[in-house]
């Protein structure tokens, strides 16, 4: 690309020499976006090219569009999904949504934190910091909970280990490495420390 | 079941779980055949989406069949092929009268500033998701699309999220005839956006990126122009440069909050968590475009904040437009351009992987290894789809 901006400078140069060579004041007075774009032509080779270009084509125009197309219409509001797990509801609602999902009720203490967490707005930053501090508990849970069923957790399997040594092995290697330095490395301090 | 089973910041595994039920007499049960890695997917897997909890299942892009339907359902019955849109939507709300399918107000308790969505957090309702060998799929009468017997499950699985999100990236741009249509981001919505703008006339498509690869395809797949950011230096001032110091006359962010390019954006959003993602693309988007330009974002970014020059924003007088799709909205629309050959969705898949290696199907996906665009997890019960699955570990 920078050649061919080379390219069509020293042709507007040639073109227009009485601009001694200042390719600038040609661009300054003659803005014009559409005179890289290729003919109609050209374009026209695209498959599809303009196709929507009539905003009739286009399926979002209007933005807001009554009644909507497209779906089987229900009358009236959806039937209230019967409530067996414990549902967060965010504090800017008036109470639950007739449709919700059900899966991993809360549980323990990540399940207590994001318990206070729904009790603050969504608008109130600490809403959402406390539900990530609660994510990085419920890793340290989901652990536990794996040796309480008498499941050792295969982490370095499910970080995509076989994928890592068949696609990228030299990354591995070295990625070894650098955790056995910097573990190595700490025990020794460590261990130093408690020498003294 | 089979499941995929979330575990902490990159660690994920396939494992079994109880086989989900009807819960409400419009859900439907559905057998999955195909179900997609998406990019958005990658902030969950990476730690970064609030409320993301162990045991949790993903996939927001999926096909199946129709296993068990509830009392109520009247449209769909056992047997039927469907795609599901990523949103859950109810059909009936103030939003859903208004055909805004991803700003559904009746399917997602936990948070008012997004809809529901299949697998996606309990930020997003709480809801197990596609990449499983069964999915719960409420409202069933509303979400769910009957794909017709020309569209093949490959074509219909990347329908239920990548390309309509693409396409509407491309028309919340607004683009006119000749315009020049800049796409930050050459992953699968990026690849369809840049093919969509020319679906409304762009006179040029450039497709901004770091990974050649990606870069290649997208040149090949959408014919279009492409810069890779890692050669340029400053990314607005080449693409100024490019487009006669104007700018371009739409930008597209296709990339959200884990971008790459930027080292204070990548430290405060990526590895501290200071603001809610690195908002790079964004950023360039809002100085690369014209005056009075617009601004179309489909990147997912998280729901705190993010550092992007809004003030720029303001004294260009850009449009700034972005919503998560309302797929089913694009749909029968996309059905057509697929028909037509103006588009061909599956071309974009590059791995076919059994739901067993969710692990290593991540992990290639997020290091962006084996020339890798889009992966389809393919379940133990998926009938003939199960054969075209090959092990990306042997």
Known sequence: MENDIAQRDLAEQRRHPQHHGHVDYERQIDYDLKRHSPPREDLQRIPGWGSDLDHKNRPAIPMERTPPRFIHVTQGQPVQQAQTVEVFCSPERPGITPIFGTAQPPKWVSGAIRRLAYKLPENDLRHWLMLLAADRVNMVEGIVDDLRHGHVPNVLGEMGIRAELRHNPAGLVRKALITTAVVGGVMVLLKRRARY | ????????????????????????????????????????????????????????????????????????????????????????????????????????????????????????????????????????????????????????????????????????????????????????????????????????????????????????????????????????????????????????????????????????????????????????????????????GNVSIVGVYGPTFNAVPIGNALNKGITMRMNQAAVKRHVPHLIEHIRQGHLNPKEIITHRVPLEEVSDAYHIFSSKYDNCIKTVLIPPRAGAARATAGSVIH
């Open chain 2, 1 to 292: 079941m089979l499941a995929t089973n979330y575990r902490g910041p990159y660690r994920i595994r396939a494992s079994q779980k109880p086989d989900p039920v009807i819960e409400h007499p419009g859900d439907a049960i559905v057998r999955v055949t195909r179900a997609c890695i998406c990019g958005s997917d990658l902030h969950l897997y990476h730690g970064l989406v609030p409320d993301t909890r162990i045991g949790h299942t993903f996939g927001h892009e999926f096909v199946g069949i129709v296993e068990e339907v509830g009392s109520a359902v009247e449209t769909l019955k056992v047997g039927d092929r469907v795609l599901v849109p990523f949103n859950l939507f109810c059909g009936s709300c103030f939003f859903c009268q208004r055909e805004l399918y991803s700003n559904c107000h009746n399917t997602n308790p936990e948070a008012t500033a997004v809809g529901g969505i299949y697998g996606y957090s309990h930020t997003t309702g709480g809801y197990d998701g596609g990449q499983a060998e069964f999915v719960r799929v409420p409202m069933a009468d509303v979400g769910p699309y009957k794909i017709p017997e020309d569209i093949v499950d490959d074509d219909a699985v990347l329908l239920t999220d990548a390309l309509p999100t693409g396409y509407q990236a491309a028309e919340m741009a607004d683009i006119h005839e000749g315009d020049t249509v800049v796409v930050f981001g050459a992953g699968p919505v990026g690849i369809f956006a840049a093919k969509s703008a020319w679906l409304f006339g762009a006179g040029r498509v450039i497709v901004v990126d770091h990974v050649d690869y990606r870069l290649d395809f997208v040149r090949r797949y959408a014919q279009c122009e492409v810069i890779n950011f890692r050669e340029v230096g400053d990314v607005a001032l080449h693409i100024k440069k490019m487009t006669d110091w104007l700018g371009a006359d739409a930008c597209i962010d296709a990339v959200g909050c884990e971008a790459s390019g930027s080292l204070s954006q990548t430290i405060t959003g990526r590895w501290t968590m200071l603001q809610a993602g690195a908002a790079t693309a964004l950023f360039w988007a809002i100085n690369s475009v014209r005056k009075a």
